[in-house]
């Protein structure tokens, strides 16, 4: 019941300050339980932004960090969010992302790891990878970039064509070189969609 007020409140607050663009609608699965969302991170934004899209049950990793203000904590947990440590091999938010899957949510996730501070695609990191080779998920590769300051500012969100489950299931997770490959595979999808991203500000 909360969360579907919670998220029906920041749906109301994101169509008020944004407008939204969507491109690659009909590369959105119509059943999106157990899908992994790999998009570029440019804004704390995008994590709910994904989601009130989508219109789904999501999960997401958050640094842990934020969780240790524990009203905020308990909130964005409430909407899906667990924490992550960064910088090192958090084993454990591996198994809670695939845990979310198998729940049937929809899973976001940021392959380069942190916020993009110029809006330019860093390299990934194999988190991403080693969650759909273990978890035997589709990925949805995603783009997105806000336009300039404004009141309604433009917000603008790219779906890619799926990546298949069947490109995982036979990969090895001990083999680091497949799994850094389907990083940076998803990666350069990514980089596809934002190659071919509209100026959102004319």
């Given at each position: ?59 997401f ?20 969010a ?9 084993f ?41 080779v ?12 806000y ?56």
């Amino acid at each position: 019941m909360f969360y579907r007020f919670a998220t029906f409140l920041v749906s109301v607050f994101f169509h008020i300050k944004f407008k939204i663009i969507i491109d690659g609608k009909q590369n959105i699965p119509e059943n999106k339980s157990g899908i992994i969302i790999a998009s570029n991170h440019v804004s704390n934004n995008d994590p709910p932004f994904i989601g009130i899209v989508l219109k789904s049950k999501f999960a997401f990793m958050a640094k842990e960090e934020l969780f240790k203000n524990r009203l905020f904590g308990w909130l964005i947990g409430k909407l899906g969010a667990f924490p992550v440590k960064r910088g090192a091999k958090d084993f454990a938010a591996v198994d809670k992302a695939i845990a979310s899957l198998d729940e049937g949510r929809t899973f976001i996730i940021f392959p380069e790891g942190t916020r993009s501070k110029t809006g330019e695609l860093g390299r990934p990191k194999s988190g991403v990878s080693i969650i759909a080779v273990r978890a035997k998920a589709p990925v949805v590769p995603v783009f997105i970039k806000y336009g300039r300051k404004r009141f309604r500012r433009r917000a603008y969100i790219s779906f890619g064509e799926i990546i298949p489950k069947e490109e995982f299931e036979s990969v090895e997770i001990t083999d680091k070189h497949a799994v850094h490959a389907i990083s940076a595979r998803i990666m350069g999808e990514i980089a596809k969609l934002k190659e071919t991203a509209p100026d959102i500000d004319k």
